[in-house]
């Protein structure tokens, strides 16, 4: 199936359906192990909302962005199914697997300022999805200092990616104020 072929609408369907099937088994971290497509899911809706619905490869963009990073899916198979846009934009947003993970959070903020507007939304979606996930249900392995470090380490990415949408990064700003909440309370 290429890219050409589909119109908007199918192009956003047709990768929701393919990362439903890819990610069928993967949960999220938070003690309540939402489905991860809930992930993908509001990350699309967030980069969907910040273009005001004009970008549907953004769209479908969001709903693959974890799809080569964590189901071994190739970045020929996206480009194949999604076109080379798609592609781009998802390999943008995915780490190195073969690097220590410390070290890919490392290369996340380096890297952070130099990625394409597009992809820097992406990014804010993703980091924004991720603080809301922690403030509805933190991690019950995680101790509050674990969490502290992942929102500093998040904030830090962010820092990188701002000025490409105000409204988006206000709500960035406001799920890492209520995951802070979250993780005082406990
Ligand atoms: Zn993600």
Redesign the pocket.
């Known amino acids: 199936m290429k890219n050409s072929t589909l119109s908007p609408l199918e192009l956003v369907t047709e990768a929701l359906h393919f990362a439903a099937e890819r990610h069928a088994h993967q949960r999220r971290k938070g003690d309540a192990a939402e489905p991860y497509l809930n992930?993908?899911a509001e990350?699309a809706c967030l980069v969907a909302a910040a273009t005001k619905g004009e970008d549907a490869n953004l769209v479908a963009a969001g709903l693959l962005?974890?799809v080569v990073e964590d189901t071994g899916t190739s970045r020929s198979e996206v480009a194949e199914r999604f076109g080379e846009d798609v592609a781009s934009l998802v390999m943008e947003v995915t780490d190195d697997k073969s690097l220590p993970k410390a070290e890919r959070k490392r290369l996340q903020v380096e890297h952070a300022a130099k990625k394409s507007a597009r992809a820097k939304l992406i990014k804010l979606a993703?980091k924004t999805?991720?603080l809301h996930a922690i403030a509805a249900s933190p991690p019950a392995q995680w101790d509050s200092e674990r969490c502290n470090d992942y929102l500093d380490w998040a904030q830090r990415v962010v820092s990188g990616l701002r000025g490409v949408n105000p409204a988006l990064e206000t709500q960035f700003d406001e799920a890492e104020r209520k995951a802070r909440a979250a993780i005082a309370s406990r």
């Open positions: 992930h993908l990350v962005h974890d993703d999805s991720n």
